[in-house]
């Protein structure tokens, strides 16, 4: 699903989700002007190199996420591990996105990205 708005400035969001992701872009789009919302869980690196976002969103209903932070453990913490252990593709995806990333923390998706650079 693509949406246009008429939000100021050249901000692109792309969105990975499951069924819910309908309901939020709508509230989205009254920052983003350009928002693509794909109805998948899995990152698709070709997706990201088409549509050229600056910002990234991934969303789960909880019952669809394999791994879910526990007590003390941060949504960092779980990216992390998921980048250590990710294929190259995806690894260089996310390591070009985090290049334009604003450290210390990315509002899209809240996570320490010096933290995440740091496990690339």
């Known amino acids: 699903m693509r949406l246009t708005s008429r939000a100021p400035g050249t901000k692109r ?3 990975f ?7 939020i872009a709508s509230l989205f789009s009254l920052v983003f002007p350009d928002i693509l919302v794909l109805h ?13 976002p600056t910002h990234v969103l991934f969303e789960a209903a909880e019952r669809f996420l394999r ?9 960092s913490d779980v990216l992390v ?3 250590q252990t ?12 985090l290049a334009e ?3 210390p923390l990315d509002p899209a998706l809240l ?4 933290r995440l650079r740091a496990a690339l």
């Open 101 to 103: 990333a604003q450290p």
């Open 111 to 114: 996570v320490d990205v010096d």
């Open 86 to 97: 990710g294929d190259e593709r995806t690894t260089s995806a996310v390591s070009e996105w």
């Open 40 to 52: 998948t869980l899995s990152f698709d690196a070709d997706q990201v190199d088409r549509f050229k």
């Open 13 to 15: 969001l792309l969105i």
């Open 17 to 23: 989700a499951d069924s819910f992701a309908g309901q």
């Open 81 to 83: 591990e998921k980048l």
């Open 67 to 75: 791994h879910l932070p526990t007590e003390g453990e941060s949504t």
